[in-house]
T-cell receptor
Framework: DAKTTQPPSMDCAEGRAANLPCNHS???????VYWYRQIHSQGPQYIIH?????ETNEMASLIITEDRKSSTLILPHATLRDTAVYYC???????????WGAGTKLIIKP | DGGITQSPKYLFRKEGQNVTLSCEQN?????MYWYRQDPGQGLRLIYY???????QKGDIAEGYSVSREKKESFPLTVTSAQKNPTAFYLC?????????????FGDGTRLSIL
């Protein structure tokens, strides 16, 4: 199973762009990269996902390197409400299931 | 509003007792999932269902059982065989089962042992 590596924690100033890195060097050609976030004691919230191309939606942008071994989630203008644990996940090729790590705790500071 | 409803929010279990966690969705999604989350860790898959009347074991199915008799409902029973049931349980659904299908989550049930 492809595994992801994320820094355990990061800080970002309010109003700045938050860039969250993720390493997935063993990802296979048809495994997607997903990003979710979880605010304490709530269910995870889907943010964005992609296969090869960069993706953007109303919440964030996902930049995937050409070799697909790493990606970056960008929150363009971070607010205090963006403080959460962010999970970078690949889905298992055999049964499409998501493989969750421990994530990155992002703290947005005023 | 469409979404996933889990109940109860908090649940207490006595030793040797089975308990059932409810999960209902009105999103008309085919696929549903149950996860367990322990403190400071990511989610682990217990069971999943691709379609009504079908379900498969996930990575940690021992001590748990599920049913999928209706499209909108996917209850999870934590049996007395599950020796360490204290955890945060999360239910999710996706439009279909497959690679590019984001999962949408409920707000979870926190289970504790009395």
């Amino acid at each position: 199973d492809a595994k992801t590596t994320q820094p355990p924690s990061m800080d970002c100033a309010e109003g700045r762009a938050a860039n969250l890195p993720c390493n997935h060097s063993t990802i296979s050609g048809n495994e997607y990269v997903y990003w979710y976030r979880q605010i304490h004691s709530q269910g995870p919230q889907y943010i964005i996902h992609g296969l090869k191309n960069n993706e953007t939606n109303e919440m964030a942008s996902l930049i995937i390197t050409e070799d697909r071994k790493s990606s970056t989630l960008i929150l363009p203008h971070a607010t205090l409400r963006d403080t959460a644990v962010y999970y970078c996940i690949v889905n298992r090729d055999s049964n499409y299931q998501l493989i969750w790590g421990a994530g990155t705790k992002l703290i947005i500071k005023p | 509003d469409g979404g996933i409803t889990q109940s109860p929010k908090y649940l207490f279990r006595k030793e040797g007792q089975n308990v059932t966690l409810s999960c209902e969705q009105n999103l008309n999604h085919d696929a549903m999932y149950w996860y367990r989350q322990d403190p400071g860790q990511g989610l682990r898959l217990i069971y999943y269902s691709q379609i009504v009347n079908d379900f498969q074991k996930g990575d940690i199915a021992e001590g748990y059982s599920v049913s999928r008799e209706k499209k909108e409902s996917f209850p999870l029973t934590v049996t007395s065989a599950q020796k360490n049931p204290t955890a945060f349980y999360l239910c999710a659904s996706s439009p279909r089962f497959g690679q590019s299908q984001p999962q949408h989550f409920g707000d979870g049930t926190r289970l504790s042992i009395l």
